[in-house]
């Protein structure tokens, strides 16, 4: 009789067992891994930085302090994902350029953009700063 408890305590112990697992794995399962917006903007900021820094007329648009302001801006804002807005920043390398306005959470890249250095010519670097928010 009384190893017929001890296997009915062992079988009760095996079925808590899974019933505990079981429910750990749902709750596991149903939750679901959160992308982290601000990697993925930052990446985008990157990429963004890094066309503007290799292509010729854009490159010359941030050193001539973007005579065109909207050539710099377009490029940008065509790059920008739906559900947030940007702004593009250009000033010297030495000034602390913020945006004309702040938001909640906001992403922001940077990157000096610099001529090739040719002799008699002086070096005039630029700032190019972007800055990328979640519309509210």
Known sequence: MMNKKGWLRILEAFIGIIL???????VIAKQTTKV????EIGKLQ????????NNESLREAVLDGDPEPHLIR???ESRTPNGF???????RVDNVCGPENYHKEM???????????EVGTG???KKLKIFIWRVE
Do not use: H, M, W
Not at 36 to 39: F, K, R
Not at 46 to 53: C, D, K, R, T
Not at 107 to 117: F, L, N
């Open 20 to 26: 505990i697992t079981g429910f750990l794995l749902f």
């Open 36 to 39: 982290d917006v601000g990697e």
């Open 46 to 53: 990157e990429v963004i930085l890094n066309q503007i820094a």
């Open 74 to 76: 377009n490029f940008v």
């Open 85 to 91: 807005e940007s702004e593009i920043n250009i000033c």
């Open 107 to 117: 992403y922001v890249r940077e990157v000096i953009i610099s001529t090739k250095i």
């Open 123 to 125: 070096v005039n670097p």
